[in-house]
Nanobody, 121 residues
């Protein structure tokens, strides 16, 4: 069974930094566009950043210049480096990666379990 294992969340003061990681667990043939989402308290889930197989990245306007998404293909891991954190960044952060896996080589849209990031003022 393929899963995404997230880590790196926690409590940090405003202006601080955290790095989230998301690793594919289980056998896959390939992984595709990798994304980080977040869901603040009592708000909708929103896209934070994504990175393509070719390494092209996009970011939400609210995090541009502060967050950096990267990946290690050999480790099947995607990272989100978060700097200059603000209280408004407080949210449950999820990674989302479509993977090709299984005997039939089908694509599955996998989500991580979520990791909490809390930024105090």
């Amino acid at each position: 069974q393929v899963q995404l294992v997230e880590s790196g969340g926690g409590l940090v003061q405003a202006g601080g930094s955290l790095e989230l990681s998301c690793t594919v667990s289980g056998r896959i043939f390939s992984w595709n566009q990798r994304s980080w989402y977040r869901q603040p308290p009592e708000k909708q889930r929103e896209l934070v950043a994504d990175i393509t197989n070719g390494g092209s990245t996009t970011y939400a306007d609210s995090v541009k210049g502060r967050f950096t998404i990267s990946m290690d293909n050999a480790k099947r891991t995607v990272y989100l480096q978060m700097n200059s954190l603000e209280p408004e960044d407080t949210a449950l952060y999820y990674c989302n990666i479509p993977v090709v896996a299984g005997a039939q080589g089908l694509e599955y849209d996998i989500w991580g379990q979520g990791t909490q990031v809390t930024v105090s003022s």
